[in-house]
Nanobody, 122 residues
Framework: QVQLVESGGGLVQPGGSLRLSCAAS????????IGWFRQAPGKEREGVSC????????YYADSVKGRFTISRDNAKNTVYLQMNSLKPEDTAVYYC???????????????WGQGTQVTVSS
């Protein structure tokens, strides 16, 4: 059974950092493109980042470029999202999902986790 479990969310002040983790089970993560999208209340889903399966190329939304870094640890079957210089507008529920594309689209027929809440507030 394919499962993705996110962790690492929380409350952080503006300018702070968080690292989200997504542990995969039921499939070998290194063979799939995997990434993160987020959804804030009243807003549409936004693709945040994606890392390819082939060469580890990474892709980011303009809104997070230079602040967020996606990485994967194939030995742990886990993908990470390091978030620095957080802003209040980064507040959302963050989901890891697979597959994803370089255009930061995520298939409605793919797999995603239950989400983890990130709140950026003073």
């Amino acid at each position: 059974q394919v499962q993705l479990v996110e962790s690492g969310g929380g409350l952080v002040q503006p300018g702070g950092s968080l690292r989200l983790s997504c542990a995969a089970s039921g499939f070998t993560l290194e063979y799939y493109a995997i990434g993160w999208f987020r959804q804030a209340p009243g807003k549409e889903r936004e693709g945040v980042s994606c890392i390819s399966s082939s060469d580890g190329s990474t892709y980011y939304a303009d809104s997070v470029k230079g602040r967020f870094t996606i990485s994967r640890d194939n030995a742990k079957n886990t993908v990470y999202l390091q978030m620095n210089s957080l802003k209040p507008e980064d507040t959302a529920v963050y989901y890891c999902a697979s597959p994803c594309t370089s255009w930061l689209t995520f298939s409605d027929f793919g797999s995603w986790g239950q989400g983890t809440q990130v709140t950026v507030s003073s």
